[in-house]
C-alpha cells in the first residue's frame, strides 16, 4: 500500500535527522506508555519533505488529490480538525457575511456557531417527523423549494443528511431543486462519509452537493478529528483551503493526517467491499428486533446503524444502556426513545452475536411512543447578536419571554428546542425542564 504522506514521513525519518524542531517531543519515547510513545516518531510538524496542510504542494496534495479521484469530487480538503472546521469553512465559501441560509433545523452546534461567526441569517425548515417517533425525520424536497420561493435573498440551502439515527433526506431531489433556483447545496454528511461504498448515489458527491463535510473519524479507520471537505462545485476549490485556514490551526496533527493517508490506501484497494458487507449483519439484527416486535426506524436510511427501539422497552437509557454492557455492549447513544449502534468492518460476527443474544432476551412492554410537537419559536434578534453579547443564566422556570444566548438541544442529535435570538415561550420552558434542564442561558 503506498500512500504519500506515509512515504513522506517514512523519508524523513529514514534521514536521522537531529530534530531542532517542533514538536518538544522530538519523536523520542517519553515514558507515557507503550501506546502513545509509539506515536511520537511520526508526530511532526511542516519540516522539509513532508510538506504543509495550508500551502500544500507535496505529499499532502497528491493524497487529496486522489482522495477527489475516488469521491468524485472537483477537490478534497483535508481537516485535522473534525467536519466541525470543514462545516466552518462551507458557510464561509459559500455565503457571504449577513447572507441568508435556508437550512434544515436538525443541525449540529458548529453549524449555528459557524451562523453566528460568520454574520448568517438562518431560515429554519422542520424535519418531517418520517422516520420514527423522537427522532427529526427528513427535509422534504417540496419545504426546500417552497422557502427558496419565499426567501430569493438565501445563497445556499444547508441540509443535515444522514442524521444521527441514519434518517437520509432526498438529497439528489433537493439538490436539483436548489439548482434550479441557482443556488448552492452544502451537505453536512459528518455521519456519510462511509455511504460512497454502501450503495449508488447516497454520497453527497454523488448526488449532487456542491460541498459537503465527511467526518472520516466517525466511519472509517481514521483518527479522531480526521475528516474531508468535499468540494462538489469546481468554481469553489481554488479557495477552499484559504478560506479553512481562517478558522484550523497552523499545527495540523500529523497522526490524524497520517491516518487519514493510509485510509485513503485501504479505500483504494478493497475495503470499500468491506464496508459493503456491514450492511448483512445490522440488516439481520433488524429484522430480529421487527420479529421481536419493535419498531424500527423507517425510510431510507444509513445501512450501517442500528438503531434499537428504547422505548417499547418500558426501560429509560440508563437501564437500557446498562443492559447492554451486561450482554458485553457499548452503544454509541441512548435517549428515552432509541439507541445508536454504529457498525463497522471491526465489528465481527461475536459483536453482533451480543446484540442479537441482548435482543433475544427482550421484549416489547409498551407501544410505540408518539412524536411530540417540535417548537417553532419566534426570532426577537439576530443569531450573531444573541450568540456573541453578554448573557446570564436564568433558572429554567423563570425563563419565559427571555432570548435565547445559546442553542438548546435536549438531546444532541434531534432537534434544537431554541437557538440564540428566539424567544423562549411556555410549551418550551416546559419540555426543557422536561428534559432535565435546570438553567438556560439568556440574553442578558
Ligand atoms: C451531524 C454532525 N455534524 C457535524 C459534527 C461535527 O463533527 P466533528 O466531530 O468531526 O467535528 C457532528 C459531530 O458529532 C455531527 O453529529
Sequence with gaps: ????????????????????????????????????????????TE?????SLYHADGPILELERRWAALYG????????????????????????????????RGVHTSAVNAMGLLGLTPVWLWPDGSAGAGMGGRIRPQDVEAALKAYPQASAVYLTSPDYFGAMSDGAAIAEITHRYGRRLLVDNAHGAHLKWMG???????????????????TLPVMTGGAMLQVGDPAL????KGRMSFFGSTSPSYPVMLSIDRCLGLLENGYG????????????????????????VL??????????????????????????????????????????????????????????RF???????????????????????????????????????????????????????GIPVVMPGEVIDGAMMNLLKKSGFFTIKVVK
Excluded at 449508488?200 to 466517525?218: E, I, N, V
Design 47 to 51: 519540516v522539509g519533505g513532508v510538506d
Design 73 to 104: 469530487a472537483a477537490a478534497s480538503v483535508l481537516s485535522a480538525g473534525g467536519s466541525t472546521l470543514c462545516i466552518q469553512t462551507m458557510l464561509a465559501l459559500a455565503c457571504r457575511p449577513g447572507d441568508t441560509v435556508i437550512a434544515g
Design 299 to 356: 425510510g431510507p436510511r444509513d445501512p450501517s446503524k442500528i438503531v434499537l427501539n428504547v422505548g417499547q422497552s418500558g426501560l429509560n437509557a440508563e437501564e437500557y444502556c446498562d443492559r447492554l454492557r451486561r450482554f458485553g455492549i457499548e452503544p454509541e447513544y441512548a435517549d428515552a426513545s432509541w439507541a445508536v449502534l454504529m457498525a463497522g468492518p471491526d465489528n465481527g460476527p461475536e459483536d453482533y452475536r451480543r446484540v442479537e
Design 273 to 296: 467491499e468491506r464496508l459493503r458487507q456491514v450492511a448483512v449483519p445490522c440488516g439481520e439484527v433488524e429484522a430480529l428486533a421487527r420479529r421481536r416486535g419493535f419498531a424500527c
Design 200 to 218: 449508488k448515489g447516497l454520497h453527497p458527491m454523488k448526488f449532487g452537493a456542491d460541498l459537503c463535510c465527511d467526518s472520516l473519524h466517525k
Design 237 to 240: 476549490a481554488g479557495d477552499a
Design 359 to 413: 435482543l433475544e432476551g427482550l421484549s416489547p412492554v409498551c407501544a410505540e411512543k408518539t412524536q411530540s410537537p417540535v417548537p417553532r419559536p419566534a426570532v426577537a434578534m439576530p443569531l450573531r447578536e444573541a450568540m456573541l453579547g453578554d448573557w446570564r443564566a436564568v433558572m429554567v422556570e423563570e425563563s419565559c419571554g427571555c432570548t435565547a444566548a445559546g442553542m438548546v438541544c435536549p438531546c444532541p442529535p
Design 1 to 44: 500500500m503506498d500512500t504519500p504522506l506515509f512515504r513522506a514521513v517514512e523519508e524523513y525519518r529514514a534521514k536521522g535527522y537531529a530534530r531542532f524542531h517542533m514538536p518538544g517531543h522530538k519523536g523520542a519515547p517519553q515514558g507515557f506508555g507503550p501506546e502513545l510513545d509509539a506515536i511520537f516518531p511520526v508526530d511532526l
